[in-house]
């Protein structure tokens, strides 16, 4: 009796473990369910970044085993990006890649990142954001409710004209298109010019009437924008260089299971932000071949020229620095730490 008894108990127990098992099973599968998220971006078709945003939505679903679907809205088709930025805040929008700019809606302190003629070398910015500034960077977008995802490039910002621009007395008394950020429009004040706001679809026929002189932006915006043919000289001195940032609702981030989050960060992880920078910069090469090719100008300041500009701005960053906002003077003692400390870089 007692070895009956003690068969029935073990096949109970077997029973019981059984279903234990399924019922774990099932959980990891409810827990595991495929979500789908919206990801935004202003980028264009067939430009870098919509490529890069590609792979990353193949990139997630391959790392997820597709238990995260990435549906992909490019060329602002959910708003331009001062607006679905601040959507993904609220949770409207999932996810998306932003510019500095963009982001800095969201925490004013990213605006330093912008800084003119800050840091000496792009490999300096690259090195500080890298090694000093993701961490300070997450926990203040966290506070608003976003997940920073990773680093990723928007192009490098020269200044633009119908001369070249090699030294801060040619910039003296012109008029400048400046954009609604209060420290370009300091920029252009330090440099004796007269800014107004100009909206970037008007700077072109701004050029055309005589409603500006002089502009600073990047070449993924100038040449395909058709602003190189009225401003057809661009002067390479490097004012800035524009990081981009891939970021997400913090919401929708933490509601995914453990092992969704680690195959979404895997996914971010396979794209290193060399990688995303590297792509961008010979994208920016290509179009200033084209330029040249259609007849524009392309004029290298020397680094001597370069540091007579910077003198100039290094004046003005203590106002610039307090004009941006939030805690910002605290953040930029963390970026003058990082930058001292990745000096030398090129």
């Not at 299971?257 to 060399?274: C, I, N, Y």
């Amino acid at each position: 009796m007692f070895k009956r008894a003690s068969k029935l108990g073990a096949a109970c127990a077997a029973a019981l473990v059984s279903i234990a098992a399924a019922l774990g099973a099932g959980s990891v599968v409810a827990q595991d369910k495929p979500v789908t998220f919206r990801y935004t971006t202003g980028a264009p078709a067939k430009t870098p970044w919509v490529m890069q945003a590609e792979r990353f939505v193949k990139d997630v679903d391959e790392e997820s085993k597709s238990s995260i679907k990435v549906d992909l809205f490019i060329a602002a088709q959910l708003g331009n990006e001062q607006d679905t930025v601040q959507q993904i805040a609220r949770g409207r929008i999932d996810m998306g890649g932003f510019s500095t700019g963009a982001v800095a809606l969201l925490v004013p302190e990213l605006a330093l990142f912008q800084l003119p003629l800050y840091f000496k070398s792009i490999a300096e910015l690259d090195c500080t954001l890298d090694t000093a500034l993701s961490k300070p960077v997450t926990e203040l977008l966290a506070k608003k409710g976003v997940q920073f995802l990773g680093w990723t490039e928007v192009g490098t910002v020269d200044i633009v004209g119908k001369k070249p621009f090699l030294s801060p007395k040619d910039i003296s008394g012109l008029k400048a298109a400046a954009n609604s950020n209060k420290v370009n429009a300091m920029f252009w004040q330090a440099l004796g010019a007269n800014p107004s706001f100009i909206g970037i679809t008007e700077i072109t026929s701004a050029f055309q009437t005589g409603l500006t002189d002089v502009n600073a932006a990047v070449i993924t915006f100038y040449v395909p924008s058709g602003l190189s043919k009225v401003a057809n000289v661009l002067t390479r001195l490097d004012l800035w260089d524009a990081p981009g940032l891939i970021v997400m609702n913090k919401a929708a981030f933490d509601r995914m299971s453990k092992d969704q989050q680690a195959a979404l960060m895997r996914a971010v992880q396979r794209r290193p932000a060399s990688q995303l920078r590297t792509e961008i910069r010979g994208f920016e090469d290509v179009l200033r071949g084209m330029h040249e090719k259609a007849g524009g100008t392309i004029v290298k300041a020397t680094p001597e020229q370069r540091n007579e500009f910077r003198k100039v701005m290094e004046a003005a960053w203590p106002k610039m620095v307090k004009e941006v906002g939030g805690d910002s003077e605290r953040f930029f003692q963390t970026m003058e730490a990082g930058r001292k400390a990745c000096e030398g870089k090129s």
